[in-house]
């Protein structure tokens, strides 16, 4: 029997990862924030922001940031993922893998899940950066990794370059099942209702049970699907590599609506409100329509490609853009209400919570964000 997450012990750190933590908006345990992948952060952000602190790392950072009471863990291309205190940017500890870390990490239970181009999702104690266990796959890990309840078992799960998706059980390292697709799988899988939905370079959404990893569905979705799949009523959201932004009716296996404007790729993943849809495109554009339909609502011209993913807190949106800068738009509108300008391409996605925003960049570095004070 497949259970959705529940309210959880943080061993050692004391921390609750749970809907209740979320809609305070204390925390931001894994990349999108929750299970379902939806980008939706509890809280509320106090413009004018400031930049609190920054952290330099040896390499570009794609990675996005988990944020779990007072710390920060996050990726870099340094082959590091790297534990920073939230108030000050102190580095806690760093913990170095075989290659690149562009998956985000999920922390969870006292430790942190994160996998690595070394072909490993490695498991560490979250307080002090120790190996607990380490996972082989059969190549690379660029997306981040999720995670369900199974019976009296928790699964990790995470894609790889090996074509399969895989559910590792969290306490033990082990194996439990994988999914063989027929491409890479470049994003994380996102979880609802007992499935896991994601996409890959075979040009296909998958829709697996959680039980035993079977596939369930798939749906032509018409070119690659590099970003991950955000979930929500039953409907899946995310962009191709075709131009296009699809909506699919889990249940189904069809299509719901297409959104096509301009004839530029989507790797950025959505974030999903009650009414819209907001999600970047490398037509330089922060798009948001309406979640029933896809009709646009609004654009927000960037001078870069928008890979980042945005997150929506509040009445605000948060995005970086290849174009070096970090916006802040309305909701309501899509108008431009703060903007920070790092000088170097962001691919990072923000993390947000607690009234901060922390992201990384392509100049190795690690921004943190906070209300102006005084």
């Known amino acids: 029997m497949i259970l959705q997450p529940q309210i959880a012990p943080m061993a050692r750190m004391g921390i609750l990862f749970c809907a209740v933590c979320a809609a305070q908006g204390a925390d931001w345990p894994m990349f999108r924030?929750?299970?379902?992948?939806?980008?939706?952060?509890?809280?509320?952000?106090?413009?004018?922001?400031?930049?609190?602190?920054?952290?330099?790392?040896?390499?570009?950072?794609?990675?996005?940031?988990?944020?779990?009471?007072d710390r920060v863990f996050i990726g870099s291309d340094d082959g590091s993922l790297y534990a920073l205190n939230l108030v000050d940017g102190r580095k806690v500890w760093v913990f170095k893998t075989g290659a690149a870390v562009e998956?985000?990490?999920?922390?969870?239970?006292?430790?942190?899940?994160?996998?690595?181009?070394?072909n490993f999702l490695y498991a560490l104690d979250a307080?002090?950066?120790?190996?607990?266990?380490?996972?082989?796959?059969g190549d690379k890990i660029p997306g981040a990794p999720n995670w369900v309840k199974s019976g009296s078992k928790t699964l990790v799960l995470a894609g790889s370059y090996d074509f399969k998706l895989h559910a590792v059980d969290a306490a033990t390292g082990k194996a439990a099942w994988?999914?063989?697709?027929?491409?890479?799988?470049?994003g994380a899988p996102g979880v609802a209702q007992g499935q896991a939905v994601f996409g890959g370079?075979?040009?296909?959404?998958?829709?697996?049970?959680?039980?035993?990893?079977?596939?369930?569905?798939?749906?032509?979705?018409?070119?690659?699907?590099a970003g991950s799949v955000s979930l929500?009523?039953?409907?899946?959201?995310?962009?191709?590599?075709?131009?296009?932004?699809?909506?699919?009716?889990?249940?189904?296996?069809?299509?719901?609506?297409?959104?096509?404007?301009?004839?530029?790729?989507y790797y950025s993943s959505p974030a999903v409100t009650a009414d819209r849809v907001v999600f970047g495109g490398r037509d330089k554009l922060l798009h948001c329509v309406?979640?029933?339909?896809?009709?646009?609502?609004?654009?927000?011209?960037?001078?870069?490609?928008?890979?980042?993913?945005?997150?929506?807190?509040?009445?605000?949106?948060?995005?970086?853009?290849?174009?070096?800068?970090?916006?802040?738009?309305?909701?309501?509108?899509?108008?431009?209400?703060?903007?920070?300008?790092?000088?170097?391409?962001?691919?990072?996605?923000?993390?947000?919570?607690?009234?901060?925003?922390?992201?990384?960049?392509?100049?190795?570095?690690?921004?943190?964000?906070?209300?102006?004070?005084?």
């Open 178 to 186: 994988t999914c063989e697709t027929g491409n890479y799988i470049n």
């Open 127 to 137: 307080a002090s950066g120790k190996t607990v266990w380490k996972y082989e796959t």
């Open 33 to 69: 924030g929750d299970p379902a992948l939806t980008g939706m952060a509890g809280g509320s952000l106090r413009l004018p922001l400031a930049l609190r602190w920054s952290f330099k790392t040896e390499g570009p950072v794609k990675s996005s940031a988990a944020i779990v009471e």
């Open 290 to 374: 309406k979640r029933e339909n896809g009709s646009r609502v609004w654009s927000f011209p960037t001078r870069g490609k928008v890979d980042s993913s945005p997150v929506v807190c509040g009445d605000k949106v948060v995005v970086g853009s290849d174009d070096g800068r970090l916006y802040v738009v309305s909701l309501d509108k899509g108008d431009q209400v703060w903007m920070y300008e790092v000088g170097q391409p962001i691919e990072s996605s923000p993390a947000v919570a607690d009234g901060k925003v922390v992201i990384g960049a392509d100049d190795g570095r690690v921004y943190c964000f906070g209300a102006k004070q005084g």
């Open 103 to 118: 998956s985000s990490p999920l922390v969870l239970a006292g430790r942190v899940f994160v996998g690595s181009s070394d």
């Open 201 to 225: 370079c075979d040009a296909l959404l998958h829709v697996i049970g959680l039980a035993d990893g079977k596939q369930l569905k798939e749906v032509e979705a018409g070119a690659y699907i």
């Open 232 to 265: 929500a009523g039953g409907r899946a959201y995310f962009g191709q590599f075709e131009n296009e932004f699809l909506c699919v009716d889990v249940k189904e296996g069809k299509k719901a609506w297409t959104f096509h404007e301009r004839d530029f790729p």
